[in-house]
Nanobody
Framework: QLVESGGGSVQAGGSLTLSCLHS?????????LGWFRQAPGGEREGVAA???????DYAHSVKGRFTVSLDAAERTVTLHMNNLEPGDTAMYYC??????????????????WGQGSQVTVS
């Protein structure tokens, strides 16, 4: 239901874009789409979130560098990542939380998850 694309390898200071198609998520109520990441040996952490009403939230570590956006017609949520740092290296996951009108990066809130897309910054 959630399929990520994009990612790859880039040098520090570069940019990458991740996209997530949420074709299988239907709800009459607002829901949230979030981006999470997990580095090897680390916990999965929230990066950014957006509601279907357009409200956003970001982790402190990515504020000012990452931007999350939603294309409702294309059912796609995108994460634009600028000024990437080696510490951003991780597997990035897209996730969806139903009945969600306040954006949150709390992973316990999310029910549906994509398969992940690798981002490597050297």
């Amino acid at each position: 239901q959630l399929v990520e694309s994009g990612g790859g390898s880039v040098q520090a200071g570069g940019s990458l874009t991740l996209s997530c198609l949420h074709s299988g998520i239907y709800s009459n109520s607002p829901f949230c789409l979030g981006w999470f990441r997990q580095a090897p040996g680390g916990e999965r952490e929230g990066v950014a979130a957006i509601t279907t009403l357009g409200r956003t939230d970001y982790a402190h570590s990515v504020k000012g560098r990452f931007t999350v956006s939603l294309d409702a017609a294309e059912r796609t949520v995108t994460l634009h990542m600028n000024n990437l740092e080696p510490g951003d290296t991780a597997m990035y996951y897209c996730a969806a939380a139903l009945r969600c009108s306040i954006p949150t990066t709390a992973k316990a809130r999310y029910t549906y998850w994509g398969q992940g897309s690798q981002v490597t910054v050297s």
